[in-house]
T-cell receptor, first 110, second 116 residues
Framework: EDQVTQSPEALRLQEGESSSLNCSYTVSGLRGLFWYRQDPGKGPEFLFTLYSAGEEKEKERLKATLTKKESFLHITAPKPEDSATYLCAVQDDGGFKTIFGAGTRLFVKA | NAGVTQTPKFQVLKTGQSMTLQCAQDMNHEYMSWYRQDPGMGLRLIHYSVGAGITDQGEVPNGYNVSRSTTEDFPLRLLSAAPSQTSVYFC???????????????FGPGTRLTVT
């Protein structure tokens, strides 16, 4: 059964303090791994798709990496506006369904 | 493009009442889905559709019905509301992404439902 586990549940950082969020996954055959950002009271907003181990993608202060068992979302020199919940999800090669992790709530203090 | 729209934003129901959550998309996406999001849990798939006239069950379908008569609309019906259905509901539309390697999903703003 496909499974996604995110850690930590919550992360508090000072502005400029870099860190990483973890997403461990179990899937029979990975079609894609997704990262989303979710602000309070809003729907998830798509960030990245990763397809194979070794792949990396960047957007502003965010960089996502992928291995065969986990993905990391690295946040470099975060700002308060990066505060949000970050969701990880996997899609297996059996079809369309996507399995989500519970998310990591990130708080960045000025 | 408005993207994915959902109505209402908030709803309070009494146990046993029925209602329909509306979802529409203007991106001509084939695939549409309904998820619920509860504290401490990931988004869980309720029902999905791979095209007009075709629907299927997700992970937590009990107590919900869907239909898809057009590409644009995908309403979710609560047949007899229960307190366990208190949640935030998200609709998403998807297409086979530009990379040609996976389905990319776009979410609506959500409906916050409370059942008393």
């Amino acid at each position: 059964e496909d499974q996604v586990t995110q850690s930590p549940e919550a992360l508090r950082l000072q502005e400029g303090e870099s860190s990483s969020l973890n997403c461990s996954y179990t899937v029979s055959g990975l079609r894609g791994l997704f990262w989303y950002r979710q602000d309070p009271g809003k729907g998830p907003e798509f960030l990245f798709t990763l397809y194979s181990a070794g792949e990396e993608k960047e957007k502003e202060r965010l960089k996502a990496t992928l291995t065969k068992k986990e993905s990391f979302l690295h946040i470099t020199a975060p700002k308060p506006e990066d505060s949000a919940t970050y969701l990880c999800a996997v899609q297996d090669d059996g079809g369309f369904k996507t399995i989500f992790g519970a998310g990591t709530r990130l708080f960045v203090k000025a | 493009n408005a993207g994915v729209t959902q109505t209402p934003k908030f709803q309070v129901l009494k146990t046993g009442q029925s209602m329909t959550l509306q979802c529409a998309q203007d991106m001509n996406h084939e695939y549409m889905s309904w998820y619920r999001q509860d504290p401490g849990m990931g988004l869980r798939l309720i029902h999905y559709s791979v095209g007009a006239g075709i629907t299927d069950q997700g992970e937590v379908p009990n107590g919900y019905n869907v239909s898809r008569s057009t590409t644009e609309d995908f309403p979710l019906r609560l047949l007899s509301a229960a307190p366990s259905q208190t949640s935030v509901y998200f609709c998403a539309s998807s297409y086979w992404g530009t990379s040609g390697r996976s389905y990319e999903q776009y979410f609506g703003p959500g409906t916050r439902l409370t059942v008393t």
